[in-house]
T-cell receptor, first 108, second 115 residues
Framework: AQRVTQPEKLLSVFKGAPVELKCNYSYSGSPELFWYVQYSRQRLQLLLRHISRESIKGFTADLNKGETSFHLKKPFAQEEDSAMYYCALLNRDDKIIFGKGTRLHILP | GAGVSQSPSNKVTEKGKDVELRCDPI?????LYWYRQSLGQGLEFLIY????????KSGLPSDRFSAERTGGSVSTLTIQRTQQEDSAVYLC?????????????FGPGTRLTVL
């Protein structure tokens, strides 16, 4: 089965503290994985994709095939990081499968 | 240029009525996607168009849901005999080609409330 699991519905982190949003996937084959973000009153947008190996807004995510994980990390949280984050997997039919999302709340 | 637009932004309807939701993709984008976003369920894939054809309709929840795309541009998602469980935000997205190589851009969504 093709599945993306985000175990945390809500994650509260103090400003300046490290952030880790967890994502695990189930997929037979080489997955292509993404993180999408939706800030309050804004559209859903791509944050990063694993093939580009970029750091966007200080966030990084490493694909761990052994653990079937693609956790999103940032060393120092900022208040503007508060948003809804979705992990997603692209299957071979060009269809994106999203997780249920994690709401990140940065505490002042 | 303009991004993906959707109309209406909000729709309130009575149970049993039909509704039509519209999506205008970014000009020139060949791929168009519909998703449903509901509380606690995250983003659920509904249907995908490449040009005017829909190679994957597997995500449509029931035969009350249908979608079409004409002229390789505008798409309409129709829900017949709406039920309360259809209440959600319906998102449209478009991309210039396969997502493997192209970014997917999302519209603002249509919030559907079925009373």
């Amino acid at each position: 089965a093709q599945r993306v699991t985000q175990p945390e519905k809500l994650l509260s982190v103090f400003k300046g503290a490290p952030v880790e949003l967890k994502c695990n996937y189930s997929y037979s084959g080489s997955p292509e994985l993404f993180w999408y973000v939706q800030y309050s009153r804004q559209r859903l947008q791509l944050l990063l994709r694993h093939i580009s190996r970029e750091s966007i807004k200080g966030f990084t995510a490493d694909l761990n095939k052994g653990e079937t994980s693609f956790h999103l990390k940032k060393p120092f949280a900022q208040e503007e990081d508060s948003a809804m984050y979705y992990c997603a997997l692209l299957n071979r039919d060009d269809k994106i499968i999203f997780g249920k999302g994690t709401r990140l709340h940065i505490l002042p | 240029g303009a991004g993906v637009s959707q109309s209406p932004s909000n729709k309130v309807t009575e149970k049993g009525k039909d509704v039509e939701l519209r999506c205008d993709p970014i000009s020139g984008h060949t791929a168009l996607y519909w998703y449903r976003q509901s509380l606690g369920q995250g983003l659920e894939f509904l249907i995908y168009f490449q040009g005017n054809s829909a190679p994957d309709k597997s995500g449509l929840p029931s035969d009350r849901f249908s979608a079409e795309r004409t002229g390789g541009s505008v798409s309409t998602l129709t829900i017949q005999r709406t039920q309360q469980e259809d209440s959600a935000v319906y998102l449209c997205a478009s991309s210039a080609g396969p997502i493997s190589y192209n970014e997917q851009f999302f519209g603002p969504g249509t919030r559907l409330t079925v009373l």
